[in-house]
């Protein structure tokens, strides 16, 4: 009968260990949206071979750039050389195979369990805010992938809006959206743990996290511009679609 509650009693440390790490990218991302004129971060995918791009990712970036566009504001860095990679968050595995993990991984998150060279996110960034969904638009009338991420003044309900949530998976899991089947993870006692844009991190079961689409609408959990409210997407909102990039 110890057993159990005992297990139970670790889980909730980790969970509340895990909420305590999202807290603290709450409180760096405040700042660096303080000094980037209200606007958010991308969160760019793993290019090693263009460190510049890297700059714009939350949970890591190359050595001779810094830890990523939150790390500065988290205290954290060190003084490696060009292409060490700095992350505050999840697993980097070198060339070589060697693993390092940053400092505010969820300690209920599982080990890399290969050589491959590359970022294993524990923590994803919501797709929306990555989209081109606030950037211009090019002669096709699509936007542009390198436009403006939101500006914190354009999202309708940032007490809703989920900015990081629990994820697993590769370097192509820098973001999460809500059909990224394979990076969801359910970890605290079937549920996830989320950051949202007012900077507060809650506890979601299962079933109260929006994985399916209502039509080509997001709910106010992944959409920023939604004027509904509604976190499932099942009323009428704003007429946004997906983005289609070619």
């Known amino acids: 009968m110890l057993l159990p509650a005992l297990s139970s009693a670790r889980e909730s440390a980790r969970t509340s260990n895990c909420l305590g790490n999202l807290k603290s990218y709450g409180t760096a991302y405040a700042m660096y949206i303080d000094d980037n004129h209200g606007y958010m971060s991308f969160c760019l995918s793993s290019q090693y071979t263009t460190p510049n791009r890297l700059a714009a990712n939350p949970f890591y970036g190359p050595a001779d750039i810094g830890s990523g ?6 205290s954290y860095s060190n003084d490696g050389g060009r292409y060490t990679y700095i992350v505050t968050s999840g697993h980097y595995v070198d060339d070589n195979g060697k693993v390092t993990t940053g ?16 970022v294993y996110y524990r923590y994803s960034q919501n797709y929306c805010l990555n989209d081109g969904r606030f950037g211009k638009s090019d ?7 390198w436009g403006n991420p939101p500006n914190i003044s354009q999202i309708n309900f940032p007490s809703e809006l989920m900015v990081f949530m629990d994820s697993t ?4 899991n820098h973001n999460i959206r ?5 990076t969801f993870t359910y970890r605290h006692k079937n549920g996830a743990n989320v950051l949202h844009a007012d900077w507060h991190a809650t506890w979601y079961g299962k079933a109260e996290i ?28 704003d007429g946004w679609t997906v983005p289609k990039y070619d």
């Open 69 to 74: 566009t939150l790390g500065p504001y988290m």
């Open 178 to 182: 809500y059909d990224s089947t394979n």
């Open 169 to 172: 998976g590769g370097p192509s």
């Open 139 to 145: 002669a096709n009338g699509h936007k542009n992938y």
């Open 103 to 118: 400092p505010f991984t969820c300690p209920s998150a599982e080990e890399v369990g290969t050589t491959t060279k590359g």
């Open 210 to 237: 929006p994985t399916t689409q209502t039509g080509t609408k997001y709910g106010v959990f992944w959409n920023p511009s939604n004027r509904s409210g509604d976190r499932f997407g099942t009323e009428a909102q």
